[in-house]
């Protein structure tokens, strides 16, 4: 099974802020990478899906990058409504492992 | 719109099984993988395994083999998620999610609303 590996767990940060997560897989996983906006009690939320595509309606501030086993999902301009749990998944082989998240605190 | 639809809040008791239900609308059911998902109380995502619609194939992640069984009936578009075995700490909100992507770059662009499962004697 391939591992993803997400750091920080957790981060603090202002409105205003530039955020950036990042995600490594235990192998090449070529671009076959997602990130997901989680807030309490709703379902994940697609952002950046095949490493760098913006999913339709999702803000541009929010960016992604990488290949093969290192990726950043990059928040520019931190909004109120971004403090959520942020979600990295590999699609390169089942089974489709999920990284343990990254909780964006409000400072 | 694409919309997944999924059934209640369950409480069970160890060793019960569960049925979780997941009814798709918007699109045609047959075209698009469904994966499940689940996630224990303040704890990650953890992906459960995944169901073609279109024949029933499916593949399970090793954590879950020869307890979950995903089925699904197509006359109703709707995909059925059983755990059986329940121990506690199965208890967890558990989502279906529809694949996007279309064999490129797969990604699950729709989620059901998440149904709370809880085992408890």
């Known amino acids: 099974d391939i591992q993803m590996t997400q750091s920080p767990s957790s981060l603090s940060a202002s409105v205003g802020d530039r955020v950036t997560i990042t995600c490594r897989a235990s192998?090449?996983?070529?671009?076959?990478l997602n990130w997901y906006q989680q807030k309490p009690g709703k379902a994940p939320n697609l952002l950046i899906y095949?490493?760098?595509s913006l999913q339709s309606g999702v803000p541009s501030r929010f960016s992604g990058s990488g290949s093969g086993t290192d990726f950043t999902l990059t928040i520019s301009n931190l909004q109120p409504e971004d403090f959520a749990s942020y979600y990295c998944?590999?699609?390169?082989?089942?089974?489709?492992?999920f990284g343990q998240g990254t909780k964006v605190e409000i400072k | 719109q694409v919309q997944l639809v999924q059934s209640g809040a369950e409480v069970k008791k160890p060793g019960a099984s569960v049925k979780v239900s997941c009814k798709a609308s918007?699109?045609?059911?047959?075209?698009?993988?469904v994966h499940w998902v689940r996630q224990a109380p303040g704890q990650g995502l953890e992906w459960m395994g995944r169901?073609?619609?279109?024949?029933?194939?499916?593949h399970y992640a090793q954590n879950f083999q020869g307890r979950v069984t995903m089925t699904t009936d197509t006359s109703i578009s709707t995909a059925l998620m059983e755990l059986s075995s329940l121990r506690s700490d199965d208890t967890a909100v558990y989502y279906c999610?529809?694949?996007?992507?279309?064999?490129?770059?797969?990604?699950?662009?729709?989620w059901g609303q998440g149904t709370l499962v809880t085992v408890s004697s």
């Open positions: 999610a529809r694949e996007g992507g279309g064999g490129s770059f797969p990604r699950l662009e729709t």
């Open positions: 918007g699109y045609t059911f047959t075209v698009y993988y």
């Open positions: 169901i073609n619609p279109n024949g029933g194939g499916t």
């Open positions: 095949a490493a760098s």
């Open positions: 192998q090449s996983i070529n671009s076959y």
């Open positions: 998944q590999q699609s390169y082989s089942t089974p489709r492992t």
